[in-house]
């Protein structure tokens, strides 16, 4: 080796040591922080194995806050008169959406692609229940009760169209050629007497259909966001390989809250209650599919850390590795191994990227989130 070579090796010596002993003053003063992080043990760790759901009816050594009310129980669906509206008969697919409370997840036959266009002039629309009017717009087919389709309504779909388009054109591509059919009746009564669903539903949606029933209320806006938001992800994944259930309903909460402008009332309780240490590990996160049976404290707390692990996603690092990150969870390479080919060193584990995930709900410094 000549003595340039030499000096090469000697000065990016020095460099490397200089970088590393500037990440290390740089890093101490707030790793201190970590070790006071109340993370609960892996319920999954031993024999026998407690099933997802019973994970989330455990208490894992998160601080007492109040519970929030109840959720309205199932009423009987209303009989449709004769003679008033057309009853729209939506495919068994069709989920419920409880008003002012957790967006119940998917069923697995929800998860389906969306079925292509019917006839080779292209898809053929329905027509409009009776008192509804109906108006084609660039992304959407719109039902709306009363003479006409309110400019409104039509300004305010396309705009949340475009604010969603923003973090999802690469998962759903097919929505520059096929519409979403959003139906909105003016009143609940009228949604139940067009749909049958019961009295507590304030909402229904079908992937498969692209179909989103909604009647005027406070709430419907953010609904319209979080369910358009499932039909435009979820479609990225095919039925065989589902998206999972942390990643779909925190994208769906992400887009609802940071593009729909609508953030749900019990959300930011519980972003503090992960930045002072409660919260699921994130090998237990990730593998939870079913949320029935388990305590609405701690299903808010899952959609919380759902949102906040996938908002840093999001931000941590420019270009497409969200993208690549999902495309590879939809071909079947686990979560590590996904995540380590979209991000790099150092997220190769689910533990490290829980380590910088909760660093970072603390400081801020890794994804630039202002607090």
């Not at 101490?28 to 760790?45: A, C, H, T, V, Y």
């Not at 409009?128 to 409104?152: C, N, Q, W």
């Not at 019990?266 to 990730?286: H, P, T």
């Not at 996904?338 to 060193?345: D, I």
Request: aromatic share 12%; proline share 8%; charged share 20%.
């Amino acid at each position: 080796m000549d003595i340039l070579s030499r000096l090469r090796v000697l000065f990016w010596g020095l460099v490397i040591g200089l970088w590393g002993l500037f990440m290390y003053q740089y890093m101490n003063e707030d790793m201190s922080i970590l070790p006071r992080f109340r993370i609960g043990k892996n319920p999954f760790s031993g024999q026998p194995q407690p099933s997802p759901a019973a994970v989330l009816k455990r208490n894992l050594q998160r601080p007492q806050f109040q519970t929030p009310p109840a959720p309205v129980p199932q009423q009987p669906a209303v009989p449709v008169p004769q003679g008033s509206l057309g009853l729209v008969k939506p495919s068994a697919d069709i989920k419920e959406i409880p008003p002012a409370g957790i967006l119940a997840e998917h069923s697995a036959d929800e998860k389906a692609a969306p079925r292509p266009a019917s006839g080779a002039g292209g898809e053929a629309y329905p027509e409009p229940p009776e008192g509804f009017a109906m108006k084609v717009t660039p992304h959407f087919v719109l039902y709306e009760e009363g003479a006409a389709v309110s400019r409104e309504l039509e300004e305010t779909v396309e705009a949340l169209h475009g604010n969603i388009m923003l973090d999802l054109v690469a998962f759903s591509p097919w929505s520059r050629e096929k519409k979403v059919f959003i139906y909105f009746a003016g009143s609940q009564d009228t949604y139940r007497r067009l749909t049958g669903r019961p009295a507590w539903s304030g909402g229904a949606a079908s992937l498969s259909e692209r179909r989103i029933y909604l009647y005027k209320s406070d709430e419907a806006f953010g609904i319209l966001a979080h369910e358009l938001t499932h039909i435009y992800f979820d479609s990225f994944f095919p039925p065989s390989n589902p998206s999972p259930l942390w990643l779909s309903e925190g994208i769906a909460t992400y887009i609802q809250s940071e593009r729909g402008f609508s953030t749900p009332a019990w959300l930011s309780e519980n972003l503090r209650l992960l930045q002072d240490g409660s919260g699921f590990k994130l090998s237990d996160l990730v593998r939870i599919e079913n949320l029935q049976g388990a305590d609405e404290d701690n299903v808010r707390l899952w959609y919380a850390e759902s949102y906040s692990v996938v908002r840093f996603l999001m931000r941590l690092k420019a270009g497409d590795a969200f993208y690549v990150f999902c495309r590879n969870l939809r071909d079947g390479k686990p979560t590590a191994q996904s995540l380590y080919q979209a991000y790099g060193m150092p997220y190769n584990r689910l533990s490290s990227l829980e380590y910088a995930w909760r660093y970072d709900l603390k400081t801020g410094k890794i994804s630039g989130l202002n607090r």
